[in-house]
Nanobody, 125 residues
Framework: QVQLQESGPGLVKPSQTLSLTCTVS??????????WNWIRQPPGKGLEWMGV???????YYSSSLKSRTSISRDTSKNQFSLQLSSVTPEDTAVYYC?????????????????WGQGTQVTVSS
């Protein structure tokens, strides 16, 4: 059974960099064709796809967040990570990691195979 678990600080100050890690169990993140995504949901709003890293390490980002977002991976730990720089209170959200068989930009909600439980990140001084 594939499980994803987000971890990281729950509170980040404005202008700092938000860093989150998704630890995957039950499957290697290098398993062919799987893609590993970050999605967020601000309070009172819908889900927003942020970016993806493929099983081979290729990345793709939302055009609206591209300048501030970086996704990387540590295959030795079976983890992938999100960094979002220059955060503002508008980046306050529940952040999710999710997996999908086959790389796709901005999949719909029902196209993901596995989800983490989500982690609340608040941007505040």
């Amino acid at each position: 059974q594939v499980q994803l678990q987000e971890s990281g600080p729950g509170l980040v100050k404005p202008s700092q960099t938000l860093s989150l890690t998704c630890t995957v169990s039950g499957q290697s993140i290098t398993t062919t064709y799987y893609a590993w995504n970050w999605i967020r949901q601000p309070p009172g709003k819908g889900l927003e796809w942020m970016g993806v890293i493929s099983y081979g390490g290729s990345t793709y980002y939302s055009s609206s967040l591209k300048s501030r977002t970086s996704i990387s991976r540590d295959t030795s730990k079976n983890q992938f990570s999100l960094q979002l720089s220059s955060v503002t209170p508008e980046d306050t959200a529940v952040y999710y990691c999710a997996a999908r068989y086959a790389f796709k930009v901005n999949p719909s909600v029902d196209e993901y195979d596995y989800w983490g439980q989500g982690t609340q990140v608040t941007v505040s001084s």
